[in-house]
């Protein structure tokens, strides 16, 4: 639990995260999503009711953005848990696929936290960040806050080469694959599956019913992965 925040009294607003590479799923992840009313509404953070408690939420401004975030506005946040030797912080999205690139950055880029990913998020939405990666954009991705050259190339070089993220990027821009199955193949990425394998998992999910929405996608790629 959170320093001063009391046992969640909504069970729907807390969710268990799915089982990545290696069995047991991160405590990292446990609060996988947050649905309430926000009570305070900064550009970088939220304070979110949920059954009488309130959860301070660290967003990007694209989500600020998106959501166009003030008091009263009801949110249904996407959400990484963060532990760190100083702590836990609770980071809110609008969306799964913020959420993934968020994730992304943090497991995948060497020298990346969970402050320069959301720095990235704030300075370039999921569209043009991809479109950076893609065609090894160093000089753009380079004028993002907090980021800089060497980093630049680092996230080009370890989500391009290493992770394969990009081909998934490139094929859905292409339209050689569908959105569902571009985002379920991301978010097993970013569970820390290869590229190559989340790709064969989802084809064989789309084998047996081509119009599976995402999460089903998801599901039934994980159940492949792990049989």
Known sequence: MFPGVS?????T???ISIDGPGGLSKLSAMIARLRGKVIEAY???LVVDVGGVGYEVFIPLSTFDRLHAAEGLVVDLRTHLHFSQLGQ???GFASEEERDVFLL???RVSGVGPTMAVSVLSGMDVTHFKQAVVAGDV?????LKGVGKKTAERIVLELKDKVGVTETWQDAAAGQMSAPAADAELALIALGYKQVDARKAVRKVLDADAAAPT???VR????ALQS
């Open 105 to 107: 950055l943090i497991d």
């Open 220 to 223: 039934g790629a994980l159940r």
């Open 13 to 15: 607003a807390c969710s």
């Open 139 to 143: 000089a753009g991705l380079s004028k």
């Open 215 to 217: 999460e089903a996608l």
């Open 43 to 45: 550009p970088n953070r």
């Open 89 to 91: 912080k609770l980071f």
């Open 7 to 11: 046992k969640l009294n909504n069970p």
